[in-house]
């Protein structure tokens, strides 16, 4: 079993910059990979960004050279800085992170991003 905890999201203005964290339990060497995702009303979920344990990261092209992916694995933690952020990076955002032991996906409960023009 993994929980997902969020944190970091607010309103900030457009140009500006957020942290989000996603802290996890369970052993981060059988969480592999974890990610960002999001979600804006009236839209389908849609990647962001995820690494591997190993620290391969992976961007939607839409935040690539804006965010940044990270994990500590000692602090069992991923972050995601996300900068020089715009209107349309409005939307709750979701940890994600796959369970090796048994393969079941996990998600956090979503932390809301709303970027102000």
């Known amino acids: 079993q993994v929980q997902l905890v969020e944190s970091g999201g607010g309103l900030v203005q457009a140009g500006g910059s957020l942290r989000l964290s996603c802290a996890a339990s369970?052993?981060?060497?059988?969480?592999?990979?974890m990610g960002w995702y999001r979600q804006a009303p009236g839209k389908q979920r849609e990647l962001v960004a995820t690494i591997t344990s190993g620290g391969s990261a992976n961007y939607a092209y839409s935040v690539k050279d804006r965010f940044t992916i990270s994990r500590d694995n000692a602090k069992k933690t991923v972050y995601l800085q996300m900068n020089s952020l715009k209107p349309e990076d409005t939307a709750v955002y979701y940890c994600y992170a796959l369970y090796t032991a048994n393969g079941r996906g996990y998600w956090g409960q979503g932390t809301q991003v709303t970027v102000s023009s």
């Open positions: 369970g052993s981060m060497i059988s969480i592999n990979p």
